[in-house]
């Protein structure tokens, strides 16, 4: 990447030469073609600036995967905004935070939650409101359709940032990772390298694009490579099966690979034009890594990152993947496990999982104080995993520091969760887990201590869990809620989740259990 350089045009130094050539092909058959991805991209970036957009404007997005949410995507580099893509399982509590937080010039919301969208951006004084609905039309497009089809030159780039993506806090307040056109950059050539993208690939993609896995790992490494993307508004195992065969590369979070294997029709011969399965954004066990090998005759290639910079490692392309591990650190970024006083560790000691290069995020959006305590005093970011090398410099991740539940794929924080469950009538105090799921990794448990003598108030299971759905997104509502007499704690006070992990992860019962 030439310095200082804007995201979309080194994405576009990739671009086939002819404008015809394909980039998406869409569930009706239809195709987007490379010229056509310019075009549209480039009529949102006009409407942006005609919205009075200036360079570091944040556009926030909550909007159903389609074509046109990846134009506005690459619109908003090219005119040098912030994307501030959500998961469109987030609720107005959630929505209103984020837009408080991050003040953008422009939200885009589905038509559904125009109302919810309306009230929220007014309380967080975001001056314009447009619609995308699941189709790819709206008033979003509508008034860019009316923009020229050229934007000759993009604004911005280098350390300018390009996107800021919410991870949620363990305190319970969302983050916002402040990535810059260069760390985008960075990382996306070197898996293009690492992973041998070429533009005869064909990307089976079928990851949501508001998370750092299919925005920028997935659709960065097709479009920079020139590749074609079978681009599917969701991941549907039956479907998937019929696409497989016309496909070269699939990326998915472990769950898609435990669907795949459980259909009875996924075979060997459904892979054969097939040239790499990649697996991340959660631990793919052993024991599916091994499955999948038997039934396909190919090895998934793990890998290993987070928002805050991309991919960190990677199994290799060629050489011996081994399951339960992430492999190497990529080129060009320093990965360590450090002890107490971030010294490096030799193999197979146990330590936090730390990392350093030029992918690595700016920052927290209006949050020095916590970034600078998240960088170590030579640089590196502590990324809040726990690791080990082994003696062939295989990293596998052991653990995380923090107790996320990463569910599907998602990360779930339990404080936050824990919080809303509290403020339930009838609570006295709770505790969220994960625990594992032969679908989802883990789902999200939360573990109850009822007030005692709370008058007129039943608590039970589907009552919380039906005051949860109105307040969270689906995925972080408990699956399963347990009542407990007391919550187990260390002697500092802590509640001790290894505990209940253990308690509540080998019941398999239906029915809500009463612990003493
Ligand atoms: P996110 O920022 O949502 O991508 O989540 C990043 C977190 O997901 C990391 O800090 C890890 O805890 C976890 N993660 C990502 N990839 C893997 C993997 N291959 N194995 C285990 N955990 C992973």
Redesign the pocket.
Known sequence: MQSGQNLYDFLKSGFPKGPDAPCMTLPDGAVIAYGMLEEESARVANLLRALGTRPGDRVAVQVRKSPRALFLYLGSLRVGAVYLPMNDAYRAREVEYFLKDARPHLFVCRPEARTMADGAALKAGVPHVLELDDEGEGSLAGEASAQPAVFAQSIGGGDDLAAILY?SGTTGRSKGAMLSHRNLAVNAETLVRQWRFRSDDVLLHTLPIF???GLFVATHCALLSGARMIFEPKFDARRALRLLPDSTVFMGVPTYYARLLAEPEFTRELCSKMRLFI??????SVETFERFRALTGHTVL???????GGMFCSNPYEGERRGGT?GFPLEGISVRVAGENDEPLCAEQVGAIQVKGDNIFRGYWRMPEKTREEFTSDGFFK???MGKWDAQGYLT?VG?SKD?V?TGG??VYPAEVEQIIDRIPGVAESAVIGVPHPDFGEAVTAVIVRRENEQGVELTEDAVIGALKGALANFKVPKRVHFATELPRNTMGKVQKNVLRKRYGEDDSSDPIETP
């Open positions: 991870t998370h750092v896995h697996s991340g954004s959660a631990p793919l793990e890998r290993y990152g987070m928002t805050e992430v990324t809040g995993d991740i995380r996320i990463i998602l990360n």
